[in-house]
């Protein structure tokens, strides 16, 4: 008996592990449910996310973005309402859902604003096959009538009436410039991230086509045609 060991001989007087604090299966469950969403919105956004890295990190070969890259991106306020030329009202938030090419004029439309009317509809014509997920945008910054004489040309423009004030909150021109002198590139998402030069023309607006097929080329993954919008 000298040679045995006490816990041989008396049973093991430790508390057992006991029954479970009341509340933590659901706190676990809990924690368990927010990881999976998380989960599932970093599966969701992956494609967003790589075809983003891919144009503005690696940019193969070197290529250097014509376009100033707005960083960070400004969202748009979604909530204002425009205008369309027959009356109606309707949300900015409206237009998420595609690429936009924006440009931003009184309705008057001076000399700066027919040329940048014209080159938006080149630009977008450009893009062939996948030009319908870009869409042309004008919104004039006022209430006077357009000019007849351009009216026909817009037909597949988006043309909708906007404040001022709340444009000169979302949007900025360059140092020097007026608003309404450069091309506003919107993403699906309804982020401003890209600003053209003022005032393109000829090899500049070569460039900003190439930038609007690579922007066009990285998104193809997530970003498909389809968004209904209603003409003005």
């Known amino acids: 008996m000298f040679g045995s060991n ?14 479970e ?15 999976q969403l998380l989960g599932l919105l970093l599966v969701c956004a992956a494609p967003v996310l790589a075809s983003y890295f891919t144009y503005y990190v690696i940019r193969p070969e070197g ?6 890259l707005v960083e960070p991106q400004r969202p748009m306020p979604a909530q204002a309402l425009l205008t369309t030329l027959d009356g109606r009202q309707q949300p900015l938030g409206e ?6 090419l924006v440009s931003v004029a009184s309705g008057a439309c001076d000399a700066d604003c027919r040329d940048n009317l014209y080159l938006q509809r080149q630009l977008r014509e450009g893009m062939g096959r996948e030009k319908e997920r870009m869409d042309w945008v004008w919104l004039v910054t006022d209430d006077a009538a357009l000019p007849v004489d351009i009216t026909a040309g817009l037909s597949q423009a988006t043309v909708l009436r906007a404040d001022g004030a709340m444009l000169e909150s979302w ?9 309404s002198e450069h091309l506003y590139v919107v993403d699906p998402g309804g982020n401003w991230m890209m600003r053209f030069p003022a005032r393109l023309e000829g090899a500049g607006a070569a460039q900003a086509r190439r930038d609007l097929e690579r922007l066009l080329r990285a998104s193809s993954s997530w970003d498909q045609a389809g968004r209904t919008k209603e003409q003005p």
């Open 63 to 68: 290529r250097r973005n014509f376009g100033q």
């Open 6 to 19: 006490s816990s041989d001989v008396y049973p093991s007087m430790a508390p057992g592990p006991g029954p």
């Open 21 to 35: 604090p009341a509340g933590r299966p659901a706190r676990r469950s809990r924690r368990m449910g927010r990881w």
């Open 171 to 179: 949007l900025a021109p360059e140092a020097g410039h007026a608003l």
């Open 95 to 100: 237009l998420r859902g595609q690429w936009l």
